[in-house]
């Protein structure tokens, strides 16, 4: 049984994302609004300089792009993870309408999103760090452990640092 906001998503179509595969990107129009009910989605940004950025790795129950639900267009691009994804999707005017439709789901959209600012600041103070070891250790530190293998290039970009940076500093610490 679905909980909190995830409950006006009851009933929506959903969608296959193929690994990699783009769910939007930078710039389109919001339309919809997306609930991961499998695998996960990462939001990206790409700086000027052509460096992306992880903003948020959706897994299953969470709003990608929350904050979309209220602009005119997409900040970033979507597309699913390693595991690909499946996600449930609404009509932003519908999601708006649901949302009002339903108080408790509405104080809970709210705390949702409180939780999402808490997450990116956490995400800016880890990136304000200076070397790799202190990030992971503040990322660690978060009561979080590191993911298998295979998705510790995921670590790597939510820690604004390269793949190669992150892989050296744990073999250093084996």
Do not use: N
Request: charged share 20%.
């Amino acid at each position: 049984m679905q909980t909190g906001f995830q409950r006006i998503f009851g009933g929506a179509p959903e969608r296959v994302v193929a690994p990699g595969e783009a769910l939007f990107r930078t710039a389109d129009a919001v339309r919809q609004m997306h609930l991961v009910r499998a695998g996960s989605v990462l939001l990206e940004r790409v700086t000027h300089a052509g460096t992306r950025i992880l903003l948020q790795q959706a897994h299953a129950g969470v709003v990608v792009s929350e904050a979309s639900a209220y602009s005119p267009a997409y900040h970033c691009d979507a597309a699913a993870g390693a595991q690909g994804a499946r996600c449930a999707i609404l009509p932003v005017t519908e999601f708006h309408a649901r949302l009002a439709a339903d108080p408790g789901a509405a104080t809970a959209w709210a705390a949702g999103l409180a939780q999402a600012v808490q997450a990116a600041r956490l995400r800016a103070e880890l990136r304000s760090l200076r070397t790799v070891a202190e990030r992971l250790d503040a990322w660690l530190g978060e009561h979080r452990k590191l993911p298998e293998r295979g998705c510790w290039q995921d670590i790597a970009a939510e820690l604004g640092v390269s793949r190669e940076a992150l892989y050296r500093e744990l073999a250093r610490r084996r």
